[in-house]
């Protein structure tokens, strides 16, 4: 080969070579650079979860995942990630199975992390996955034997299998090691009407417990349920029905002194239960300050089927100067009760907050809301009206409310025989309530 030539082909390959390595540095670049974005979206989204921007925290981390997920991802992040996806709402529970997947990853990855392991039981439990729950909890009660959490959530998982036998054996075991107040005798009494035990073996352990914290009112309250119970059952004996009266007396001399979360709602229900509704509103009124999430929609439904709406909108009002994050429903039966006492135009900045919020409890609500004073009777679209109320019953099988406006659609719709049904259901679930507002 000529000298000329061979400068050529030299020439052509070292502009291949620097073309190559120069193509290549611009490839390693844009990955690094990549990289350098996923980390990035990753911090916005640690910081967005921090502040509760979960569609934000979801976006950020989830962004940090899909780029190493097979390069260095950690149990940290898939835990940030599950956090960040059982807060964003999907159809069909798909965020929570999201974050029980992205949660197991974290155990892969780093095992035996406390804090992931709890929430990732929480879930089980939520879903109903009781035999996956019970394979986790036996892992963390290995690494923690004795530990009351766990003992409470295996009789819980043991209940939702119906092994009252062992769940009520590990209920005792825990009132022992650790009492748990009312919560925990409550769910020892349970276990033992589940077991059907007689009067015979209830009683005495009734006894006891009045002896070991004295006659208090929440050991009245277990004593009138309980033995209220036990005469459903055996309707023959007259003597236990006069001892459930006397139990019932007892109660309620001393019901104001009942403030517990755990037992508010047994004193509204047994009250209920034996058609002293005027004493059982009258101690929801007593118990609005400083209520609880799950007691704040207790008052507002038991006001509403009191014919209360004045009180539901003192008490939203109160509980919102307080500055207390209210629930869906509670905004939604603030709604309706500022209608029926034709006061719509205080109605609109709940409306607003119903509408601006973006979980599907507030979706749902905003449906209902939306059907039910949205358009005159002849206007209504019916089927869509029930559409939507279903589906407010799959968020809340016990709102007496919403089965009752069910059977006022089945009703127009001339399906009296379901709408029949809808109204047993709602008289079931609320026996002091006569009729709508």
Do not use: C
Request: proline fraction near 3%.
């Amino acid at each position: 080969m000529r000298a000329k030539q061979r400068n050529r082909l030299l020439i052509v390959l070292g502009v291949l070579i620097v073309g190559a390595a120069a193509a290549g540095g611009a490839y390693y670049w844009r990955q690094a650079q990549r990289d350098d974005d996923a980390s990035e979206s990753r911090e916005r989204g640690v910081v967005a979860l921090a502040g509760g921007d979960y569609a934000g925290a979801l976006n950020g981390i989830g962004a940090y995942l899909r780029r190493f997920e097979t390069r260095g991802a950690s149990g940290e992040d898939y835990y940030l990630y599950a956090r960040a996806i059982r807060h964003n709402e999907m159809p069909n529970g798909k965020h929570l199975a999201g974050a029980m997947g992205a949660l197991r990853k974290s155990l892969d990855l780093e095992p035996g992390r406390r804090e992931v392991q709890d929430e990732l039981l929480e879930l089980y439990t939520l879903t109903g996955y009781s035999t996956e729950a019970l394979a986790l909890l036996g892992e963390m009660e290995r690494a923690s034997p004795g530990d009351a959490k766990l003992m409470e959530a295996r009789v819980t998982l043991l209940e939702m299998q119906q092994d009252f036998a062992e769940a009520l054996t590990v209920s005792e075991q825990l009132n022992a090691l650790a009492p748990q107040g009312f919560a925990g005798q409550l769910r020892t009494l349970r276990l033992r009407v589940l077991l059907e035990q007689p009067a015979a073996e209830i009683e005495p352990w009734l006894d006891d417990l009045a002896q070991a914290q004295g006659d208090s009112a929440q050991v009245a309250l277990l004593r009138a349920s309980a033995l209220i119970e036990l005469s459903r059952r055996d309707a023959l004996d007259s003597g236990l029905r006069d001892r459930a009266k006397r139990a019932l007396d007892v109660l309620r001399t001393s019901k104001e002194e009942i403030t517990d979360p755990a037992a508010v709602p047994l004193v509204v229900q047994l009250l209920d239960g034996a058609g002293l509704f005027d004493e059982s509103l009258d101690y929801v009124l007593g118990v609005r300050e400083g209520a609880t999430a799950p007691i704040r929609l207790l008052i507002v439904r038991r006001l509403w089927h009191g014919r209360r709406a004045d009180a539901i909108a003192e008490a939203v009002e109160a509980w919102r100067k307080d500055g207390a994050e209210l629930e869906a429903e509670v905004l939604a039966m603030e709604i309706l009760a500022l209608h029926a006492l034709e006061r719509s135009d205080e109605a609109v900045p709940a409306q607003a907050e119903l509408a601006n919020r973006e979980d599907d409890g507030a979706r749902t609500w905003s449906a209902v809301l939306g059907h039910l004073l949205g358009a005159s009777p002849r206007e209504l679209d019916r089927r869509a009206a029930r559409e939507a109320i279903e589906a407010a019953i799959e968020r809340s099988r016990d709102s007496a409310m919403l089965h009752q406006a069910r059977g006022e659609m089945f009703a127009t719709l001339g399906e009296t025989h379901l709408a029949d049904e809808s109204w047993k259901i709602a008289a079931r679930l609320a026996p002091a309530w006569s009729a709508p507002l």
